[in-house]
Protein backbone atom coordinates (compact mmCIF):
# COMPACT_ATOMS: atom_id res chain seq x y z
CA UNK A 1 0.00 0.00 0.00
CA UNK A 2 1.36 3.06 -1.33
CA UNK A 3 1.56 6.25 1.37
CA UNK A 4 -0.35 9.93 -0.07
CA UNK A 5 2.73 12.18 0.33
CA UNK A 6 0.87 15.77 1.46
CA UNK A 7 3.86 17.33 0.72
CA UNK A 8 5.18 18.00 -3.27
CA UNK A 9 8.60 16.42 -2.79
CA UNK A 10 9.41 12.86 -3.19
CA UNK A 11 11.80 10.14 -1.93
CA UNK A 12 14.10 11.81 0.60
CA UNK A 13 13.67 14.63 3.16
CA UNK A 14 14.80 17.96 2.86
CA UNK A 15 18.39 18.53 2.97
CA UNK A 16 19.13 21.79 5.21
CA UNK A 17 20.65 24.88 3.76
CA UNK A 18 22.49 27.53 6.20
CA UNK A 19 21.22 30.65 6.59
CA UNK A 20 24.12 33.63 6.82
CA UNK A 21 23.34 34.15 10.42
CA UNK A 22 24.41 29.96 10.91
CA UNK A 23 20.72 28.94 11.39
CA UNK A 24 19.83 25.75 9.11
CA UNK A 25 16.77 26.06 7.24
CA UNK A 26 14.66 23.46 4.84
CA UNK A 27 12.42 24.45 1.67
CA UNK A 28 9.32 22.57 1.85
CA UNK A 29 6.95 22.70 -1.28
CA UNK A 30 3.24 22.82 -0.83
CA UNK A 31 0.57 23.58 -3.41
CA UNK A 32 3.48 24.65 -5.90
CA UNK A 33 4.47 27.12 -3.17
CA UNK A 34 7.91 27.49 -1.44
CA UNK A 35 7.86 27.44 1.90
CA UNK A 36 10.88 28.16 4.10
CA UNK A 37 10.97 26.34 7.77
CA UNK A 38 13.81 27.61 10.81
CA UNK A 39 15.14 24.71 12.18
CA UNK A 40 16.23 26.52 14.96
CA UNK A 41 19.95 25.06 15.12
CA UNK A 42 23.45 25.75 14.07
CA UNK A 43 24.39 22.39 13.85
CA UNK A 44 23.91 20.24 11.03
CA UNK A 45 23.49 17.62 12.12
CA UNK A 46 20.41 18.64 14.78
CA UNK A 47 19.00 20.26 11.23
CA UNK A 48 19.38 17.09 9.37
CA UNK A 49 17.32 14.97 12.11
CA UNK A 50 14.76 17.88 12.05
CA UNK A 51 14.06 17.79 8.24
CA UNK A 52 13.84 14.45 8.25
CA UNK A 53 10.97 14.49 11.31
CA UNK A 54 9.51 17.30 9.29
CA UNK A 55 9.39 14.69 6.35
CA UNK A 56 7.69 11.74 8.25
CA UNK A 57 5.45 14.03 9.34
CA UNK A 58 4.42 15.53 6.49
CA UNK A 59 3.44 11.79 5.23
CA UNK A 60 1.07 11.52 8.14
CA UNK A 61 -0.63 14.49 8.64
CA UNK A 62 -2.46 17.28 6.58
CA UNK A 63 -0.10 19.88 5.96
CA UNK A 64 -2.06 22.99 6.57
CA UNK A 65 -1.74 21.60 10.56
CA UNK A 66 2.07 21.57 10.56
CA UNK A 67 3.25 24.66 8.36
CA UNK A 68 3.42 27.45 10.41
CA UNK A 69 2.28 30.82 9.36
CA UNK A 70 4.65 33.48 7.48
CA UNK A 71 7.81 33.96 9.98
CA UNK A 72 7.63 37.16 11.59
CA UNK A 73 9.79 40.21 11.72
CA UNK A 74 11.03 40.72 14.92
CA UNK A 75 11.14 44.63 14.42
CA UNK A 76 7.72 44.12 12.72
CA UNK A 77 6.18 42.68 16.24
CA UNK A 78 7.28 44.94 18.27
CA UNK A 79 6.07 47.87 16.54
CA UNK A 80 2.78 46.09 16.09
CA UNK A 81 2.94 45.36 20.16
CA UNK A 82 2.92 49.66 20.96
CA UNK A 83 -0.94 49.41 19.38
CA UNK A 84 -2.55 46.73 21.82
CA UNK A 85 -4.62 47.71 24.37
CA UNK A 86 -2.45 46.15 26.86
CA UNK A 87 0.12 47.79 25.87
CA UNK A 88 -1.75 51.04 25.83
CA UNK A 89 -3.31 50.75 29.49
CA UNK A 90 0.26 50.44 30.56
CA UNK A 91 1.22 53.36 32.85
CA UNK A 92 3.56 56.40 30.90
CA UNK A 93 6.96 54.88 32.93
CA UNK A 94 6.29 51.21 32.22
CA UNK A 95 5.88 51.81 28.84
CA UNK A 96 8.79 53.84 28.39
CA UNK A 97 10.59 50.64 30.45
CA UNK A 98 8.98 48.01 28.32
CA UNK A 99 10.01 49.63 24.94
CA UNK A 100 13.67 50.50 26.09
CA UNK A 101 13.95 46.24 26.57
CA UNK A 102 11.88 45.82 23.25
CA UNK A 103 14.90 48.29 21.62
CA UNK A 104 17.81 47.24 23.06
CA UNK A 105 16.86 43.57 22.15
CA UNK A 106 16.27 45.48 18.53
CA UNK A 107 19.58 46.37 18.30
CA UNK A 108 21.18 43.26 19.80
CA UNK A 109 19.39 41.24 17.19
CA UNK A 110 21.14 43.28 14.68
CA UNK A 111 24.64 43.07 15.98
CA UNK A 112 23.90 39.78 15.49
CA UNK A 113 22.17 39.53 12.08
CA UNK A 114 19.06 38.09 13.55
CA UNK A 115 15.98 39.08 12.22
CA UNK A 116 13.22 36.72 12.52
CA UNK A 117 11.14 35.57 15.61
CA UNK A 118 11.64 32.01 14.30
CA UNK A 119 15.02 32.49 14.30
CA UNK A 120 14.99 33.12 18.24
CA UNK A 121 16.47 30.50 20.46
CA UNK A 122 16.21 30.37 24.96
CA UNK A 123 20.07 30.36 24.19
CA UNK A 124 20.12 33.03 22.27
CA UNK A 125 17.49 35.24 24.79
CA UNK A 126 19.59 34.06 27.81
CA UNK A 127 22.63 35.40 26.32
CA UNK A 128 20.78 39.20 25.56
CA UNK A 129 19.78 39.25 29.25
CA UNK A 130 22.95 38.31 30.55
CA UNK A 131 23.87 42.07 29.24
CA UNK A 132 21.03 43.60 30.84
CA UNK A 133 22.72 44.59 34.25
CA UNK A 134 24.13 42.46 36.53
CA UNK A 135 20.96 41.90 39.21
CA UNK A 136 18.59 38.96 39.05
CA UNK A 137 16.11 41.28 39.38
CA UNK A 138 17.08 43.59 36.34
CA UNK A 139 17.37 40.27 33.97
CA UNK A 140 13.69 38.78 35.50
CA UNK A 141 12.80 42.11 34.88
CA UNK A 142 13.59 42.27 31.20
CA UNK A 143 12.49 38.72 30.96
CA UNK A 144 9.43 39.79 31.85
CA UNK A 145 8.93 42.74 29.18
CA UNK A 146 9.59 40.61 26.40
CA UNK A 147 7.69 37.62 27.48
CA UNK A 148 4.63 40.25 27.35
CA UNK A 149 6.02 42.16 23.97
CA UNK A 150 6.16 38.60 22.11
CA UNK A 151 3.33 36.87 23.65
CA UNK A 152 0.77 37.30 21.25
CA UNK A 153 3.47 36.77 18.29
CA UNK A 154 4.21 33.48 19.92
CA UNK A 155 0.67 32.33 20.01
CA UNK A 156 -0.11 33.55 16.44
CA UNK A 157 2.43 31.41 14.97
CA UNK A 158 1.04 28.26 17.94
CA UNK A 159 4.90 28.36 19.51
CA UNK A 160 6.50 28.78 22.35
CA UNK A 161 7.93 32.28 23.28
CA UNK A 162 11.58 31.45 23.51
CA UNK A 163 11.65 33.95 26.48
CA UNK A 164 9.39 31.67 28.37
CA UNK A 165 12.05 28.95 28.23
CA UNK A 166 14.97 30.75 29.79
CA UNK A 167 14.50 30.58 33.62
CA UNK A 168 14.38 33.20 36.06
CA UNK A 169 17.26 34.07 37.80
CA UNK A 170 17.04 33.53 41.72
CA UNK A 171 17.00 36.92 43.65
CA UNK A 172 18.32 37.24 47.18
CA UNK A 173 19.22 40.52 49.88
CA UNK A 174 22.53 39.09 48.99
CA UNK A 175 25.25 40.99 46.77
CA UNK A 176 24.06 42.27 43.67
CA UNK A 177 20.55 42.49 44.97
CA UNK A 178 18.67 45.63 45.27
CA UNK A 179 18.41 46.48 48.61
CA UNK A 180 15.24 47.32 51.18
CA UNK A 181 14.61 50.37 52.39
CA UNK A 182 14.75 51.63 55.76
CA UNK A 183 12.57 53.69 57.59
CA UNK A 184 13.28 57.19 58.75
CA UNK A 185 13.74 57.42 63.01
CA UNK A 186 11.82 59.96 64.34
CA UNK A 187 14.88 62.25 64.74
CA UNK A 188 15.89 62.01 60.51
CA UNK A 189 12.34 62.88 60.59
CA UNK A 190 12.83 66.22 61.65
CA UNK A 191 16.04 66.87 60.63
CA UNK A 192 14.81 66.48 57.32
CA UNK A 193 11.43 69.26 58.02
CA UNK A 194 13.25 71.20 59.64
CA UNK A 195 16.55 71.82 56.56
CA UNK A 196 13.75 71.69 53.65
CA UNK A 197 11.56 74.59 56.06
CA UNK A 198 14.63 76.63 56.46
CA UNK A 199 16.92 76.08 52.74
CA UNK A 200 17.52 78.21 50.16
CA UNK A 201 19.38 76.07 48.40
CA UNK A 202 16.05 73.68 47.56
CA UNK A 203 14.41 74.72 44.32
CA UNK A 204 10.49 74.28 45.20
CA UNK A 205 11.30 73.40 48.94
CA UNK A 206 7.42 74.79 49.73
CA UNK A 207 6.17 71.77 47.29
CA UNK A 208 8.98 69.10 48.44
CA UNK A 209 8.22 70.05 52.52
CA UNK A 210 4.53 69.26 51.46
CA UNK A 211 5.21 65.99 49.82
CA UNK A 212 7.01 64.98 52.61
CA UNK A 213 4.37 65.98 54.73
CA UNK A 214 1.84 63.78 52.98
CA UNK A 215 4.37 60.56 52.18
CA UNK A 216 4.33 60.50 56.36
CA UNK A 217 0.81 60.86 57.34
CA UNK A 218 -0.55 58.69 53.77
CA UNK A 219 2.80 56.30 52.83
CA UNK A 220 1.58 57.34 49.06
CA UNK A 221 4.65 56.63 46.64
CA UNK A 222 6.50 59.26 45.24
CA UNK A 223 5.19 59.00 41.68
CA UNK A 224 1.16 59.64 43.51
CA UNK A 225 2.21 62.30 45.11
CA UNK A 226 4.11 64.03 42.73
CA UNK A 227 0.54 63.73 40.29
CA UNK A 228 -1.74 63.91 42.86
CA UNK A 229 -4.56 66.23 41.76
CA UNK A 230 -6.88 68.69 43.33
CA UNK A 231 -9.80 66.60 42.17
CA UNK A 232 -8.76 63.22 44.01
CA UNK A 233 -9.91 65.33 47.49
CA UNK A 234 -13.41 65.83 48.51
CA UNK A 235 -13.71 67.67 51.75
CA UNK A 236 -11.17 65.24 53.92
CA UNK A 237 -11.27 62.70 52.35
CA UNK A 238 -8.29 61.63 49.79
CA UNK A 239 -9.43 59.35 46.86
CA UNK A 240 -6.79 58.15 44.62
CA UNK A 241 -5.86 54.76 42.42
CA UNK A 242 -2.13 53.83 42.83
CA UNK A 243 -0.18 54.30 39.47
CA UNK A 244 2.12 51.41 40.11
CA UNK A 245 -1.01 48.90 40.69
CA UNK A 246 -3.49 50.53 38.72
CA UNK A 247 -3.23 48.52 35.51
CA UNK A 248 -3.36 45.50 37.57
CA UNK A 249 -5.60 45.80 41.04
CA UNK A 250 -7.28 48.53 39.79
CA UNK A 251 -7.16 49.33 43.98
CA UNK A 252 -8.37 52.66 45.01
CA UNK A 253 -7.56 54.25 48.27
CA UNK A 254 -9.38 55.92 50.32
CA UNK A 255 -8.20 57.57 53.79
CA UNK A 256 -9.15 60.33 56.06
CA UNK A 257 -6.88 63.00 55.60
CA UNK A 258 -5.71 64.46 59.44
CA UNK A 259 -5.85 68.06 59.97
CA UNK A 260 -2.11 68.50 59.34
CA UNK A 261 -2.70 67.76 55.51
CA UNK A 262 -5.83 69.60 54.88
CA UNK A 263 -3.70 72.79 56.09
CA UNK A 264 -1.74 71.96 53.37
CA UNK A 265 -3.75 70.92 50.96
CA UNK A 266 -7.19 72.70 50.97
CA UNK A 267 -7.38 75.93 48.79
CA UNK A 268 -10.07 78.10 48.33
CA UNK A 269 -10.34 79.14 45.10
CA UNK A 270 -9.21 78.21 41.56
CA UNK A 271 -6.01 76.40 41.21
CA UNK A 272 -4.09 77.36 37.63
CA UNK A 273 -2.90 73.86 37.74
CA UNK A 274 -4.80 70.75 38.37
CA UNK A 275 -1.99 69.51 40.56
CA UNK A 276 -1.38 70.09 43.88
CA UNK A 277 2.13 70.31 43.81
CA UNK A 278 2.44 71.57 40.39
CA UNK A 279 6.66 71.92 39.75
CA UNK A 280 7.15 68.46 41.10
CA UNK A 281 4.21 67.18 38.44
CA UNK A 282 6.05 69.19 35.61
CA UNK A 283 9.04 67.54 36.70
CA UNK A 284 7.91 64.01 36.82
CA UNK A 285 9.33 61.53 33.54
CA UNK A 286 6.92 60.63 31.16
CA UNK A 287 8.16 58.59 28.48
CA UNK A 288 6.67 58.03 25.04
CA UNK A 289 5.90 55.11 23.34
CA UNK A 290 9.65 54.54 21.96
CA UNK A 291 10.76 55.09 25.89
CA UNK A 292 12.48 58.50 24.97
CA UNK A 293 12.44 61.03 28.03
CA UNK A 294 10.10 63.14 26.62
CA UNK A 295 9.06 65.94 29.52
CA UNK A 296 10.38 65.93 32.91
CA UNK A 297 13.15 65.16 34.28
CA UNK A 298 14.95 61.28 34.30
CA UNK A 299 15.72 61.22 38.01
CA UNK A 300 13.05 63.50 39.90
CA UNK A 301 14.31 62.55 43.83
CA UNK A 302 17.95 63.69 42.90
CA UNK A 303 16.70 67.06 45.14
CA UNK A 304 15.84 64.97 47.90
CA UNK A 305 18.97 62.76 48.01
CA UNK A 306 20.95 65.60 47.86
CA UNK A 307 18.77 66.87 51.74
CA UNK A 308 19.71 63.73 53.11
CA UNK A 309 23.47 63.62 51.81
CA UNK A 310 23.28 67.31 53.34
CA UNK A 311 22.54 66.06 56.84
CA UNK A 312 24.29 63.43 56.39
CA UNK A 313 21.42 60.44 57.29
CA UNK A 314 22.62 56.76 55.83
CA UNK A 315 21.04 53.49 55.88
CA UNK A 316 21.88 51.06 58.24
CA UNK A 317 23.93 47.99 56.94
CA UNK A 318 21.81 46.02 54.33
CA UNK A 319 19.43 48.81 53.29
CA UNK A 320 19.05 51.56 51.12
CA UNK A 321 17.77 55.00 52.02
CA UNK A 322 15.70 57.71 50.02
CA UNK A 323 12.14 59.07 50.05
CA UNK A 324 10.03 55.58 50.15
CA UNK A 325 11.61 55.59 53.36
CA UNK A 326 8.57 57.41 54.53
CA UNK A 327 6.45 54.85 53.36
CA UNK A 328 8.35 52.03 55.13
CA UNK A 329 8.33 54.37 58.69
CA UNK A 330 4.70 55.04 58.39
CA UNK A 331 3.59 51.00 57.82
CA UNK A 332 6.24 50.54 60.63
CA UNK A 333 4.77 52.55 62.90
CA UNK A 334 1.49 51.44 62.22
CA UNK A 335 2.49 47.84 62.40
CA UNK A 336 4.04 48.78 65.96
CA UNK A 337 1.64 50.32 67.31
CA UNK A 338 -0.99 46.80 67.01
CA UNK A 339 -2.43 47.65 63.40
CA UNK A 340 -3.34 44.15 61.67
CA UNK A 341 -1.21 44.02 58.25
CA UNK A 342 -4.66 43.62 56.59
CA UNK A 343 -6.02 47.10 58.06
CA UNK A 344 -2.51 48.60 56.97
CA UNK A 345 -2.41 46.80 53.67
CA UNK A 346 -5.80 48.33 52.78
CA UNK A 347 -4.80 52.30 53.74
CA UNK A 348 -1.05 52.13 51.52
CA UNK A 349 -2.60 49.60 49.04
CA UNK A 350 -1.01 46.62 49.39
CA UNK A 351 -2.48 43.65 47.90
CA UNK A 352 -1.69 40.95 50.25
CA UNK A 353 -0.73 40.89 53.77
CA UNK A 354 2.90 39.22 52.78
CA UNK A 355 3.76 42.13 50.85
CA UNK A 356 2.61 44.58 53.90
CA UNK A 357 5.41 42.61 56.46
CA UNK A 358 7.70 43.18 53.68
CA UNK A 359 7.36 46.75 54.79
CA UNK A 360 7.95 46.02 58.52
CA UNK A 361 11.65 46.64 59.44
CA UNK A 362 11.90 48.84 62.47
CA UNK A 363 15.28 49.47 63.64
CA UNK A 364 16.03 49.05 67.10
CA UNK A 365 16.71 52.95 67.41
CA UNK A 366 12.89 54.01 66.56
CA UNK A 367 11.29 55.37 69.11
CA UNK A 368 7.71 53.95 68.08
CA UNK A 369 5.40 55.31 71.08
CA UNK A 370 3.36 57.08 68.81
CA UNK A 371 1.94 57.18 65.23
CA UNK A 372 1.39 61.03 65.16
CA UNK A 373 4.06 63.44 64.07
CA UNK A 374 2.63 66.11 66.54
CA UNK A 375 5.93 67.10 67.98
CA UNK A 376 7.50 67.56 64.79
CA UNK A 377 4.99 69.60 63.16
CA UNK A 378 5.07 71.87 65.82
CA UNK A 379 8.39 72.23 66.01
CA UNK A 380 8.77 73.00 62.43
CA UNK A 381 5.87 75.76 62.65
CA UNK A 382 7.75 77.10 65.27
CA UNK A 383 11.06 77.98 63.35
Known sequence: MSI????DFKGSPPRPFRHKNGVYYI????????IWRSCKTRVKREAEEYAYQMWYEYQHADVKTLLRPPGALISTEIESYK????????????????????YAFLDYCDVHRVKMFDDLTPEFC??????RGRTGKTFNNVRSDLIKIFENTARRLSVKNPFESVPQR??????GASRPK?????????AILEYITGSDKLKYADEWLKACKIAMYTGLRFEDIALLRYDEITDDILEVTPKKTQTVTHKKIIMKLPPELQRDLFRVGDHESPYILPHLAENYPRYNDSGELCSGIADPLKPFGRVLSRLHIMAPDGYSIGFHSFRVTLVTKLRQAGYSAEIIGGLVGHTNKLQTE???RAALSIDISRINYGELEKSVENL
Open 4 to 7: RLKT
Open 27 to 34: RLTTHYRD
Open 83 to 102: NTDNFKMLKNSTRGTRMGSA
Open 126 to 131: EAFLAT
Open 170 to 175: LTSRGA
Open 182 to 190: AAFTDEQVK
Open 358 to 360: HYN
